[in-house]
């Protein structure tokens, strides 16, 4: 069993940032490929980011290229998401997660664990 707790989320205006945090636990952390996904009511869940196991190779969705960031603190047990140049259409609850040990991470399918969610809001 993985436990995934997300923290940071929050209300922010237009063009602010936040950094989302994610604590994992378990001992093998490092052998995670993880990815953050966010969702809105009545939507399905959207890839975020994700950041492969051992080599560490990042990918993003579209709409967050240029201007969200994943990261990872192994030591920590800990991955984060900088999100800057925040836009009203990144509101949502974004969602912390394990990917399984092989598969298409973009796709939700591929991940095994997750959490069980932040509040990422961004009005003026």
């Known amino acids: 069993q993985v436990q995934l707790v997300e923290s940071g989320g929050g209300l922010v205006q237009p063009g602010e940032s936040l950094r989302l945090s994610c604590v994992a636990s378990?001992?093998?952390?490092?052998?995670?490929?993880m990815g953050w996904f966010r969702q809105v009511p009545g939507k399905e869940r959207e890839f975020v980011a994700s950041m492969r196991r051992w080599s560490g190779v990042t990918n993003y969705g579209n709409s967050v290229k240029g201007r969200f960031t994943i990261s990872r603190d192994n030591a920590k047990n800990t991955m984060y998401l900088q999100m800057n140049s925040l836009k009203p259409e990144d509101t949502a609850v974004y969602y912390c997660s394990k990917g399984s040990t092989s598969g298409d991470y973009t796709n939700p399918s591929s991940y095994d664990y997750w959490g069980q969610g932040t509040q990422v809001t961004v009005s003026s």
């Open positions: 378990g001992r093998t952390f490092s052998s995670y490929t």
